[in-house]
């Protein structure tokens, strides 16, 4: 039976470069999703993080030694049938013309000994017996890192190269001339965040259905969270689009959710803003750019299902809104009881423990009593200033003589100017973060002001409307509904004509209403058979909110044979298969309309309609004209592939 043997990095704490924030998370998050969602076997996975160690049996801390070690390992241990996933969260570097990752003891005065070549590892999963190999890169990389090469070319340039040539399906999360993005309202990595949602929410099963959720979903999370533009890359050989990204007999376990909605910013309350907010350059609207190698078939141009996407120009540079550093931010505030910002999956104490055990890793040296051996990168001074006297200046340079790795260390004027800012422009979490970098003897007196209205709108920020609803109603779901129906019993028995009597049916009435709010809570949190066990328990003569609990309840039931109907349709599909897409979309269309999972169903079936007529193309391609004819026959009517599959049918009937 096929399997997939991912080796996820994610490396936070450098040992000799500024820390960065989320990657650590973006592969601890991918690791806990294809494991505890999907299924996939955990001896199967190798998790290299900074602390995997400590939290994960048989992981281990990303070392260039261990890393190669890893891979190998899951190269060897993959059987012919089998797929084997490369994910890599952190730092890389183009240095003299070769493409880097940067494991977390890698030197910036020695890249080409310390770091990990990108060529090395696309070899070695060449080499592999599997079947199937994924590579998928998130490498950051600082503002020098973008132009320094003679021959123009940036980071990814030589690996997309690489990945063309051997055949291996890759995907970058930017392209070369652009940032990677990351931002403290989600804690991840944008590219990872828009990636596990695809695969969590959308059903993207195979490399093509990824790649084109990306497209669309990585600009927009840039848009929402204003960052710089991010367009992931992608090299796609003929006859990999279809490659699975989980294994084909766990796909009846994806779960199935439904997306969250985006927040809105609501406007602060009046007040006389700190500094006049200059008018933010939005990032363009585009998709992404796809790199996609052509197959030989006859294709229409810019059809995104022919495997074959547009190439679109790249934007413009310098798309940082004012303000906004061109490097990256700094690691954010130290977690604390007021700490407004949920860690998510790994809760309050293992943040903590996060945290520590980055200092503990970073100062191993010290704690043993041994002196370190690699010297701190030299903070980037500001625009216009002069390097301090005895500063090391001399990590190595690309052309143009800057550092590869600035740091991040500025004065405490300078975080104050840079907070205000951020504050200024609506970017509470950046403003918190440089608020954190100013020194106590240097914090201005309105400074506890100035926090505080950072932190009420970062809390604020994801509230509006219905998701402040339903913030609202988890708030109070962790209480129990049937202490409530307790209440209620108790206090039927006060008698008619007692004194206490209308009281008791006034919280009676109110206590019914509560149970209704708390299965709302329920449901908002994605427990719809909890939310139904809840309503139930509203009493049949309570009336009014009685009616509105049985109409809820016939809700969230038709939810759940909703989210069956989902996962039965999405355990069938075969990839190379017309019937069993059409199958599956037979099934989703019983999803009745005005429900959350009817607008999941709806991306479904047109993303299955374009895959059926891929099908079709293929065996065009391969001669199979027949088959071609009966495979595009079956795109449904009234999906964005149908017109282009009734017009092929024309021209393959007349071969």
Avoid: K
């Amino acid at each position: 039976m096929a399997s997939h043997w991912p080796v996820i990095v994610g490396i936070n704490q450098y040992q000799s470069l500024q820390p960065l924030m989320y990657a650590q998370f973006d592969a601890l998050e991918l690791r806990d999703f294809l494991v505890n969602e999907v299924g996939l076997p955990a001896e199967y996975c190798s998790l290299l993080t900074d602390i995997s160690p400590m939290v994960y049996q048989g992981a281990a801390a990303p070392t260039r030694e261990v890393l190669l070690q890893r891979l190998a390992q899951s190269c060897d241990r993959a059987g012919p049938e089998d797929t084997v996933w490369f994910f890599f969260s952190g730092y890389g570097v183009r240095w003299q013309g070769q493409d880097y990752l940067l494991p977390i003891d890698a030197d910036p005065n020695q890249i080409e000994q310390t770091g990990f070549l990108v060529e090395t590892l696309l070899q070695r999963l060449a080499q592999g017996g599997q079947r199937q190999s994924i590579v998928m890169l998130d490498m950051n990389r600082p503002q020098s890192a973008l132009a320094v090469d003679p021959d123009g070319q940036g980071l990814g340039a030589q690996t997309m190269s690489l990945a063309e040539d051997l055949g291996i399906p890759l995907v970058l999360s930017c392209q070369p001339d652009q940032f990677s993005q990351e931002t403290l309202a989600v804690r991840h990595g944008l590219f990872t965040e828009a990636l596990i949602e695809g695969m969590r929410f959308h059903g993207c099963l195979t490399l093509a259905q990824l790649v084109d959720y990306l497209r669309d979903r990585v600009p927009e999370l840039c848009q929402h969270h204003w960052r710089p533009v991010q367009n992931p890359v992608a090299v796609l050989p003929p006859g990999q689009q279809y490659a699975m990204l989980v294994p084909p007999s766990l796909v009846g376990q994806m779960p199935v959710g439904v997306p969250p909605e985006p927040a809105i910013a609501p406007e602060l309350p009046e007040a006389e803003p700190l500094l006049p907010a200059p008018e933010p350059e939005r990032p363009p609207e585009r998709g992404p750019e796809v790199i996609v190698t052509p197959n030989p078939s006859p294709e229409a141009p810019g059809d995104q299902s022919s495997g074959q996407w547009p190439i679109v120009e790249p934007p413009e540079p310098g798309l940082l809104p004012p303000g906004e550093l061109p490097s990256y931010p700094p690691p954010p505030p130290a977690v604390n009881a007021n700490d407004r910002v949920p860690w998510g999956r790994l809760g309050l104490a293992a943040a903590a423990a996060v945290l520590l055990l980055g200092v503990l890793w970073r100062n191993h040296e010290s704690f043993l009593g041994q002196q370190a051996t690699t010297s701190d990168v030299a903070p980037a001074p500001a625009p216009g200033d002069a390097p301090a006297t005895g500063e090391n200046t001399a990590p190595p340079a690309e052309a143009g003589g800057e550092p590869l790795f600035p740091g991040t260390a500025v004065s405490g004027a300078e975080a104050l100017a840079r907070a205000r800012t951020a504050l200024a422009q609506r970017q509470y979490g950046e403003a918190l973060v440089w608020f954190n970098q100013i020194p106590e003897d240097e914090r201005p007196v309105d400074y506890q002001v100035l926090v505080n209205q950072a932190e009420t709108g970062y809390a604020n920020a994801s509230l509006s409307g219905e998701a402040a609803l339903n913030q609202a109603r988890r708030l109070i779901e962790p209480l129990s509904a049937s202490l409530f129906n307790d209440a209620i019993e108790q206090a039927r028995q006060v008698p008619a004509g007692d004194p206490a009597y209308d009281q008791a049916q006034a919280d009676i009435a109110r206590w019914s209403r509560v149970i209704v709010d708390l299965a709302e809570g329920r449901a908002a949190s994605g427990d719809l058979s909890g939310a139904i066990s809840a309503a139930r328990l509203v009493p049949e003569d309570q009336g009014e909110t009685w009616g509105q609990a049985q109409a809820r309840i016939q809700q969230w039931e038709q939810r759940q044979v909703n989210r069956r109907l989902l996962q039965e349709a999405q355990s069938l599909l075969q990839p190379d298969q017309a019937t069993s897409f059409q199958t599956a979309i037979e099934i989703v269309q019983q999803i009745p309309p005005n429900y959350p999972e009817s607008v999941i169903a709806r991306d479904r079936i047109d993303q299955w309609s374009r895959d059926i007529l891929a099908i079709a193309r293929a065996r065009a391609a391969a001669g199979q004209i027949p088959g071609a004819i009966a495979a595009a026959d079956l795109v449904p009517e009234g999906t964005s592939a149908y017109a282009q599959a009734q017009q092929e049918i024309q021209q393959w009937q007349g071969q």
